[in-house]
């Protein structure tokens, strides 16, 4: 079929759309054209051979849309609902059900249920309606998609350095190809970024971090169902960007929030990511990660220009990519203060603020024992808070620390912290480092801590398992700050008003010399 004739069949069948039941909007992408009912989606694959995309033949159509149709069902099976046969002629077609007239159906479409575009979560981060909370939950299931994902095999092409390496150069080729020529400067200038990663990549295969992931994951593919965010529209048509690292999935959604203004709810829902799967050491590529995914952008972006859509008016991927590659200040900061002092809630609010990576002890504590965040460890029967299994947390927050700040991240370690030698050894971390820290002390009224504590209990839904006889020792037994560690603190008082923004500018101004 040719290109003129799939544009025609694509009107056609809107045609018949609509006089089967109200009005139609016909749609396009680079890739296909979109009829849209009421109720209903209908994705007809367009007539193209791109180096990342073959729909050239009618039976390439029927697979590519069989596969987004078993892809998709894996986090959107709501949305998804059968592959349909397009029967008949271009000038009169017809929609068959599902496997009918297999043999004789002209074209193919992915049938899918329609959904408000103002739910997608674009059209929500520019309304300023796309809520952390949300992000977060988002950010757990994804990470338990990825742990269920067909891991790449021993050997395997897919996710080796030389497929990332190739994919990231055939990104910089065609987008150098339709950039203008004030342009192009600034995209060989990221170049420096992809040196010298080959060894990063194998690791990340080696490890099983590579999987058949969603390959698409920006903000443009997550929408809003019955309250809670789903991601659609997976990569069908290249097993080569399907099967990648999983956080190179992750990251594609933290750079388009980071393009979108919303930084802060890129760091919230990476900490929710990584609070699930642990794989801090992911965090050595991430950046370059995000760069080559706002170049994926802002190819797509050109190609969509150049086939006669709309003149982009999004973000600036180009631009977002840039920025992405100026290198932030690490810098260490730890957390101190009785169980309902308000530590992981400031600690929280300050990682959004300042942008930061946050490890947190009492996740890790249970992650070193096999069990999940929320997991209760009593009826798991582990008995995972005894002297050893406290020094094995502690080393472990240590050395997660000092990789993290060694990667470039400013870095905040969400632990009660009362025992002095805890601090010394996060503190000579940052000095073996050359880093700056801070010690966050936080504080709140004895009504205020018993409150905070039964009712997170009651809540079920953190990881702290600390109950008021666990706050009672800790009162009894903490090691006040010395007057030296007392020149590191920042202290907030959480039973009274505080500011995120104020408490970022103190730790970035905050002495760096003084010895604990």
Not at 4 to 33: M, R, W
Not at 238 to 261: K, N, Q
Not at 442 to 469: H, I, K, T
């Amino acid at each position: 079929m040719q290109i003129q004739d799939e544009a025609t069949l694509a009107n056609h069948l809107a045609l018949v759309l609509q006089q089967a039941g109200g009005p139609v909007a016909h749609v396009q992408t680079h890739l296909s054209h979109i009829l849209l009912t009421p109720g209903h989606a209908y994705k007809l694959k367009k007539s193209i051979c791109l180096p990342f995309a073959d729909f050239s033949s009618v039976a390439a159509r029927r697979h590519f849309c069989e596969e987004e149709l078993r892809l998709n069902q894996r986090l959107a099976a709501s949305l998804y609902l059968d592959v349909l046969p397009v029967l008949g002629s271009v000038q009169a077609p017809r929609l068959g059900a599902p496997g009918e007239a297999a043999d004789s159906a002209i074209d193919w479409v992915v049938h899918m249920r329609r959904f408000a575009s103002a739910s997608e979560a674009d059209a929500l981060v520019r309304r300023g309606a796309l809520q952390a909370p949300e992000l977060q939950r988002f950010a757990k299931r994804l990470a338990q998609f990825h742990a269920a994902c067909p891991v790449a095999a021993a050997g395997s092409a897919w996710g080796s350095a030389a497929q990332v390496q190739q994919a990231i150069g055939d990104v910089f080729k065609t987008l150098a190809s339709v950039l203008d020529d004030a342009a192009a400067p600034r995209l060989q200038a990221l170049r420096p970024v992809f040196a010298g990663l080959e060894g990063r990549w194998a690791e990340r295969q080696a490890g099983g971090h590579v999987r058949e992931g969603h390959g698409d994951l920006h903000l443009s593919n997550l929408v809003r169902l019955e309250g809670a965010l789903t991601a659609f529209d997976c990569i069908e048509f290249s097993p080569a960007l399907r099967w990648i690292d999983t956080l190179a999935d992750a990251a594609f959604l933290t750079m388009d929030l980071h393009a979108h203004g919303r930084s802060d709810l890129a760091w919230r829902f990476l900490d929710a990511y990584l609070s699930e799967t642990g794989d801090y050491a992911a965090l050595a590529v991430l950046r370059p990660y995000e760069i080559y995914r706002a170049l994926v952008r802002a190819l797509a972006a050109r190609l969509r220009t150049g086939q006669g859509g709309a003149q982009a008016c999004g973000p600036d991927y180009l631009a977002c990519a840039e920025a992405l590659a100026q290198p932030m200040q690490p810098r260490l900061l730890i957390t101190h203060g009785l169980s309902g002092s308000g530590k992981s809630t400031v600690a929280t609010a300050l990682l959004a603020q300042a942008g930061a990576v946050r490890l947190r002890s009492d996740v890790e504590r249970k992650r070193l024992h096999g069990l999940a965040p929320l997991a209760d460890s009593a009826a798991r029967g582990a008995d995972i808070y005894t002297p050893d299994a406290s020094e094995r947390t502690f080393e472990h927050l240590a050395e997660q620390a000092r990789a993290l700040l060694q990667a470039g991240y400013p870095v905040i370690v969400d632990a009660a912290f009362l025992r002095r030698s805890e601090r010394v050894r996060m503190h000579a971390v940052a000095q073996a480092l050359g880093v700056p820290f801070t010690v966050l002390h936080c504080r709140a009224g004895e009504l205020d801590l018993q409150a905070r504590v039964q009712s997170r209990l009651a809540a079920g839904d953190d990881p702290s398992e600390a109950d008021l006889a666990v706050l009672a020792a800790q009162q009894r037994t903490a090691e006040p700050l010395t007057v030296h560690e007392q020149a590191l603190a920042l202290t907030v008082n959480t039973d009274a008003p505080w500011s995120a923004a104020d408490i970022e500018r103190q730790w970035r101004a905050a002495a760096t010399d003084v010895k604990v």
